[in-house]
């Protein structure tokens, strides 16, 4: 079964200028530790999931769409789907990518800004 797109509707979830950014850009590694010999470091999956702080504003149509993709589309966040995200060469570019956590709204009048963490595969 194919992947959801992200909505071409919607700004694409690179957040705004000051929202950019992660805290970890990788899984830190997983260590063993033995009672004879050195501790064995290795990576805990076979690929990357970087996570970024996205922060977007939305008008209120694009803020229904966001919603309905959101809840439906994803089957409330719970669904993979591939979206253009700033790549570290600043380029857009499409990556497999699920939201974690909650989405939270702040309603701003005419606006809404919502913000989220995107884990993006591979990135």
Same mark, same amino acid.
């Given at each position: 079964? =194919?992947?959801?797109?992200?909505? =071409? ?66 089957? =409330? ?24 956590? =909650? ?21």
């Amino acid at each position: 079964m =194919a992947l959801p797109t992200w909505p =071409a509707s919607l700004p694409p979830p690179v957040g705004q200028i000051g929202t950019l950014g992660t805290d970890a850009l990788y899984d830190p590694p997983q260590e063993t530790q033995f009672d004879d010999g050195p501790d064995r470091v290795r990576r805990r999956k076979l690929y990357d999931e970087t996570p970024r702080k996205i922060v977007l504003k939305l008008t209120r149509d694009q803020f229904v769409i966001f919603r309905g993709f959101v809840r439906d589309t994803l089957n =409330a966040g719970t669904r993979r789907f591939t979206a253009p995200v700033r790549q570290p060469d600043g380029r857009l570019g499409f990556r497999t990518c699920r939201i974690k956590g =909650a989405v939270s709204e702040d309603d701003r009048g005419p606006h809404s800004v919502v913000s989220f963490t995107l884990i993006v595969k591979d990135w």
